[in-house]
């Protein structure tokens, strides 16, 4: 066999090498710090600081309120422990994919319009199970206001990075294509979140006693690879030669705030997140020594054949909000906030550039296979709640409580996806001490620690709405016979037939601020 006619299984081969060395990111999700607060004064309130406000989270929840505390500077330590847990249901013996999907033509398996080929379900390299999501992950924070001798003016800044698994990214898909990878159910919205580096950048101004603006920028970036690979040998598949370059991909998501104080004991907040994520337009190229194609406009001569792959991807999620906030001051030292929040999940791309509805969809194995309508599993908008409650005992120290609630956004997912989200709802409380050293030198700690818990959510399996992995119309290379092991429906989809989501979290914040 000459050079240019290598078998498929080769060509296959390169391939796969660039696909695995194509995208290196080194983040994946949203941090956790949009659900816990981007500091321990955040912590302790539920992140529901729309109208009250005394630190610099405050340039995510409402950047307005800068203006209305007194300038400072602070360092944090965040750390929170997940329990979060996804249980597959047992499947039945007779939907394993069989060897006998080896003896099916290449040309039979490639009329089914999708490239994607299972694999023997006992050949997997991981056999499916259950998911854990336990890693401790710890944070330094650090950050400041300022007001440069301007009434009403602020300036602030601050960044998150994490301590223990810095940048450790998860990638995967929410199909049956996860079977070549881990072979699990991933989280989607809340609980499986990749540590990044978050940075934010705001100024507030107000310029009446009873109004302020405020706009924040929230920066965060990802390591893109693009790579070339080459291939002196096709048939040895461990040996290559790789070169290319690493390019930074940054994400900015601006936020507006407006807080308004008509009274001494009533507030108005509302703030505007817009969406964003850090598309990756990844590409790369594979070439193999002494591997040609054919041109066959040019008679007897041939050309190099050079594999070029693209890979699109979105990464660190965050919808579109506009939250409201009222604050009420009952007593001198009780302040009191609620806050909703619009998230528009509808517009939601995973991980893999896809929205849900169009990642639902697959072409049809089977012509008696029913039509899958994708609109079934597209995400919904959402409607969250976060409220505190502040009181200060005594001149020095002030107590806070807090409570969150997020609805799922996510459909039930009897289909090919397992976009793994159940409704959550958390509990907050903390602590602030004031203490100083004569006038000139004010200072205070904040101690804030929360409790999370996502609710258990079953989901059961739709076989019509499953792609089948091995189509029943298929027939052996040689006698094209019918091969009656693919007969029904056979996947390796890790959410098939069944799994259950549940979990909860801890969260503790501590901080130590300085007062200009």
């Known amino acids: 066999m000459t050079h240019h006619h290598l078998p498929e299984i080769r060509r296959w081969g390169g391939r796969l090498a660039i696909l695995a060395l194509l995208l290196m990111p080194i983040t994946a999700h949203a941090s956790a710090f949009k659900w816990i607060g981007y500091d321990s004064s955040a912590v302790a309130g539920a992140n529901a600081d729309y109208s009250w406000g005394e630190s610099y ?10 203006s209305r505390f007194a300038p400072h500077s602070g360092v944090d330590f965040t750390l929170y422990k997940p329990s979060f847990k996804v249980n597959v249901g047992t499947r039945p013996a007779n939907a394993d ?8 033509s290449v040309g039979g398996l490639s009329a089914s319009d999708n490239p994607d080929r299972a694999l023997p379900t006992i050949e997997l390299t991981n056999k499916r199970s259950n998911t854990r999501v336990t890693n401790v992950e710890t944070y330094l924070g650090a950050g400041f206001t300022y007001d440069f001798g301007l009434e009403g003016f602020r300036v602030g800044g601050m960044a998150t990075i994490p301590v223990i698994n810095a940048l450790d990214a998860a990638l995967y898909y929410s199909d049956e294509r996860e079977q070549y990878f881990s072979n699990q ?16 950048f705001g100024v507030s101004y107000s310029p009446i006693k009873y109004i302020s603006l405020g706009v924040s920028l929230q920066v965060s970036a990802a390591l893109v690879a693009d790579l070339n690979v080459y291939i002196p040998e096709a048939t040895v598949q461990d040996y290559m030669l790789v070169a290319g370059k690493t390019t930074a991909v940054p994400k900015f998501r601006p936020i507006v705030g407006i807080h308004a104080q008509p009274l001494d004991w009533f507030t108005i907040g509302m703030t505007w997140r817009n969406e964003s994520y850090i598309k990756t337009d990844a590409s790369g190229g594979v070439n193999l020594w002494n591997f040609h194609e054919s041109v066959s406009d040019v008679g007897p001569q041939t050309v190099p054949m050079r594999v070029k792959a693209e890979w699109d ?5 965050e919808p579109m909000e506009v939250s409201s906030g009222l604050g009420f001051m009952p007593l001198p030292d009780w302040k009191i906030q609620a ?3 619009w998230n528009r999940w509808s517009k939601y791309r995973d991980i893999h550039y896809e929205h849900p509805e ?11 296979s029913p039509a899958i309508n994708g609109n079934d599993y597209k995400w919904f908008d959402t409607l969250s709640v976060n409220m505190n409650t502040s009181y200060r005992y005594v001149s020095w120290s002030e107590g806070k409580l807090g409570f969150a609630w997020n609805p799922s956004p996510v459909p039930t997912q009897k289909g090919r996806t397992n976009y793994a989200d159940s409704d959550t709802w958390g509990l907050s409380m903390g602590n602030r001490f004031d203490f100083g050293f004569g006038e000139d030198w004010q200072f205070y700690a904040q101690i804030g620690l929360q409790f999370w818990q996502m609710l258990k959510r079953t989901v059961n399996k739709d076989p019509n709405q499953i792609r089948d992995e ?3 119309h298929l027939v052996t290379i040689v006698e094209e016979a019918p091969i009656s092991a693919g007969y029904g429906l056979q996947t390796n989809n890790p959410g098939f037939p069944s799994y259950s989501q549940y979990g909860w979290m801890f969260v503790t914040s501590v901080s130590f601020h300085y007062e200009f």
């Open 470 to 472: 091995f189509p029943d």
């Open 185 to 200: 159910m991933h989280f989607a919205r809340f609980g499986e979140w990749s540590p990044i580096i978050t940075g934010m």
């Open 97 to 104: 994919v069989p060897m006998q999907i080896y003896e099916v």
């Open 57 to 66: 989270g405050v340039l995510y929840s409402n950047p307005a309120l800068m």
């Open 313 to 317: 991807m979105a990464l660190d999620y």
């Open 339 to 341: 806050g909703l929040t």
């Open 358 to 368: 169009e990642a639902a969809v697959f072409q049809r194995a089977n012509s008696s």
